[in-house]
C-alpha cells in the first residue's frame, strides 16, 4: 500500500518568512494529492491539492509542487501570518480510489 | 464543516465496553469514511462506504464495525473497547461526481478508554 512521509514534524519561522514542508510517496499509482490544515480541535481543513498531470499550483499565499519522478510533493506558505500557525498534513491517493493515505503531520509556529 | 455532524463530540467510557460514534450528513454524498487520529501517526482510515449498506475496511480496522442504513449517516462501533482505541475519530464524506476527489472531515469526536 501506500506510504506518504512528512517532514519536518515541527516548524518556527518568523512572521512575513516563507515556510516549506515537504512529503515523499511510496506508489508510483498515486495521483491525487491534498493538503489540510488542522487548527487546535477542529477537523482537517482542505486548503489546496494538486493532480499529477500537474507541476504547480497556487492559491494566495499557498502553493503546491509535485515532482512525479521523485515522488514527492511539497507546500508552499509565503508571507507568514501568525493565523497560519496549524498542524498541516499532506495525503495521497488513487483518483477515485477509496481513501486517503496521510503524512505524520507538520506543526507550524508562525512567531509574531 | 460540510454539513457533517459527529456525535458524540467527547466520550469516556470503560475498557470492554461497546460504543457507538455517529457521523451525519446533510448533502447526501455517496462516500463517508471513518479515520482515527493519534499523534505520529496522521489520520489512519477505519471503515468507508460507498453507499447504503456497502463498506469495507480499512487499515486499521480491527476492533471496529460499522453500518449505513441511510445514505446520511455512518455509524462506528467499538464492540468491546480498549485503552488502544483511545483517539481521537474523524468522520469524512466525498461526493460522487466524476473527477472529483476532495475529502471534507467532521469537527471530530474525542474517544477516552479508560
Known amino acids: 500500500g501506500e506510504n506518504v512521509e512528512q517532514h519536518p514534524s515541527t516548524l518556527s519561522v518568523q512572521e512575513g518568512d516563507s515556510a516549506v514542508i515537504k512529503c515523499t510517496y511510496s506508489?508510483?499509482?498515486?495521483?491525487?494529492f491534498p493538503w489540510y490544515k488542522q487548527e487546535l480541535g477542529k477537523g482537517p481543513q482542505l486548503i489546496i491539492d494538486i493532480r499529477s498531470n500537474v507541476g504547480e499550483k497556487k492559491d494566495q499565499r499557498i502553493a503546491v509542487t509535485l515532482n512525479k519522478t521523485a515522488k514527492h510533493f511539497s507546500l508552499h506558505i509565503t508571507e507568514t501570518q501568525p493565523e497560519d500557525s496549524a498542524v498541516y498534513f499532506c495525503?495521497?491517493?488513487?483518483?477515485?480510489?477509496?481513501?486517503?493515505?496521510f503524512g505524520s503531520g507538520t506543526r507550524l509556529q508562525v512567531q509574531p | 464543516d460540510a454539513g457533517i455532524t459527529q456525535s458524540p463530540r467527547h466520550k469516556v467510557t470503560e475498557t470492554g465496553t461497546p460504543v457507538t460514534l455517529r457521523c451525519h450528513q446533510t448533502?447526501?454524498?455517496?462516500?463517508m469514511y471513518w479515520y482515527r487520529q493519534d499523534p505520529g501517526h496522521g489520520l489512519r482510515l477505519i471503515h468507508y462506504?460507498?453507499?447504503?449498506?456497502?463498506?469495507d475496511k480499512g487499515e486499521v480496522s480491527d476492533g471496529y464495525s460499522v453500518s449505513r442504513s441511510k445514505t446520511e449517516d455512518f455509524l462506528l462501533t467499538l464492540e468491546s473497547a480498549t485503552s488502544s482505541q483511545t483517539s481521537v475519530y474523524f468522520c469524512?464524506?466525498?461526493?460522487?461526481?466524476?473527477?472529483?476527489?476532495?475529502?471534507?472531515f467532521g469537527p471530530g469526536t474525542r474517544l477516552t478508554v479508560t
Open positions: 469524512a464524506i466525498r461526493p460522487a461526481t466524476e473527477g472529483f476527489d476532495e475529502q471534507y
Open positions: 448533502e447526501n454524498h455517496r462516500y
Open positions: 506508489d508510483s499509482a498515486s495521483n491525487y
Open positions: 495525503a495521497a491517493s488513487q483518483a477515485g480510489r477509496r481513501a486517503l493515505t
Open positions: 462506504s460507498y453507499g447504503v449498506k456497502d463498506t
